[in-house]
């Protein structure tokens, strides 16, 4: 049977990625978007749903589908305040959970970030961190954390400070080693093809999805 995916963050550089892919994926007979603005050109196969995912629960009815894509993310530069980046970076993915545990949707997947912890003294990790503790919570049979390090590709705004990043991770990361694998530059291609892959798995138990995990999981792709 051709599933239905939702993706929540299809305007950011691997939430586009993981559209068209889930466009030419025959598995999936449709797709729904719920964002703050529409994208324009897609296919009859995708359906958009346009409003503040900031109240979320609004789309509770359309709410429905077969997995649950989230690639909700901001930036310290374009959110600099912080009950507004938490809203963000926390409450979107967290009601989103939710609300797949509501409708009965058994497959949720969400990007955070290497070096969350609900109990880090550093803000951006300790909200990643308690994101993910309460998506948990939510106790959806197959819940998958994506924890990459960096992300590669051409995002459509500048970010000077990741850019300068990327570019020294280029130099060094031939030196990453055993441990150190997981702090390569992730490639967003692979990241949503890993995402979709083990959307589709029926044996893969891990939870935590790492940089180096996603190499693996999308080796023959």
């Known amino acids: 049977m ?3 995916a939702i993706i929540l963050g299809a305007s950011g550089l691997t939430g586009g990625l993981l559209l068209n892919q889930l466009i030419d994926d025959e598995r999936y007979k449709s797709i729904k978007l719920f964002s703050r603005s529409k994208i324009e050109g897609l296919p009859s196969k995708v359906t ?3 409003g503040d ?7 509770k009815n359309d709410f429905t589908g077969d997995q649950v894509f989230c690639c909700i993310g901001t930036t310290k530069a374009k959110t600099p305040d912080k009950d507004l980046y938490k809203k963000i970076d926390y409450g979107i993915p967290v009601s989103a959970a939710k609300l797949a545990k509501a ?11 290497l070096g969350a912890d609900a109990k880090s003294s550093v803000f951006y990790n300790k909200t990643k961190g308690e994101m993910e503790r309460d998506v948990l919570k939510q106790d959806i049979k197959k819940t998958f954390i994506f924890q990459p390090s960096l992300i590669g590709g051409d995002r459509k705004e500048s970010r000077t400070l990741e850019a300068i ?4 991770f280029k130099v060094i990361q031939p030196l990453f080693f055993g441990k150190l694998k997981k702090y390569k530059i992730t490639n967003p291609e692979r990241m949503a093809q ?3 892959n083990l959307a589709n798995s029926k044996n893969y138990s891990e939870v935590i999805i790492t940089s180096n995990d996603i190499k693996r999981i999308t080796k023959n792709n």
Do not use: C, H, P, R
């Open 194 to 196: 890993a995402m979709i």
């Open 103 to 113: 409708n009965d949707i058994d497959t949720f997947l969400v990007i955070s970030a």
């Open 53 to 59: 995912l900031l109240e979320i629960e609004q789309f």
């Open 2 to 4: 051709k599933k239905t």
């Open 48 to 50: 958009q749903f346009i």
């Open 165 to 168: 990043g990327k570019a020294v």
